[in-house]
């Protein structure tokens, strides 16, 4: 068995990250999940928060992704993302903009489609404020 696992990120506009990694965790949408060299098969949904990677026994490297989906096999974890931001760059006063207006949005809502994307926006919102340094 490797001693490393390929991780990818990927966003709608960029490659956000590719390496081989020790770990990879990933907030599952049941849970985070911890991706090991040698992972059995698994495709699932991302949820809003933090995925850290982990490098000789430490994480080396978090970014803040707003949800999506991981596929994982023996050798690689794939993740795909709607957005991804390292969190040493999020910006707390931006963030509680975003929570402000998703408050608003939710509140205005006309209809369920409407109050849907409201709530999801919410929940993105309430994640990068929680993952803010």
């Known amino acids: 068995m ?8 990927v ?4 490659l956000v990250a590719s390496q081989a990694v020790d770990m990879v ?10 991706v090991l060299p040698g992972h059995s098969l698994l495709i ?6 933090v995925i850290d990677i982990h ?12 949800g999506g989906f991981v ?5 690689t974890c794939t993740v795909l993302v709607e957005e991804a931001t390292p969190v040493a760059d999020i910006d707390k ?8 207006d998703a408050q608003k949005a939710l ?4 209809d369920a489609k409407a109050k849907a994307a409201a709530e999801s926006e919410l929940k993105v919102a309430e994640a990068m404020i929680s993952a803010a340094p």
């Open 2 to 9: 490797a001693d490393t696992i390929q991780f990818d990120l």
């Open 11 to 14: 966003s709608p506009t960029k």
């Open 25 to 34: 965790v990933v907030p599952g949408g049941e849970g985070d999940l911890g």
């Open 44 to 49: 699932g949904t991302v949820r809003p928060g």
């Open 55 to 66: 490098e000789g026994g430490k994480v080396t490297n978090s970014i803040f992704v707003a």
């Open 71 to 75: 596929e994982v096999n023996p050798e």
């Open 93 to 100: 006063a931006a963030a509680s903009q975003r929570l402000q």
């Open 107 to 110: 509140a205005d809502a006309a």
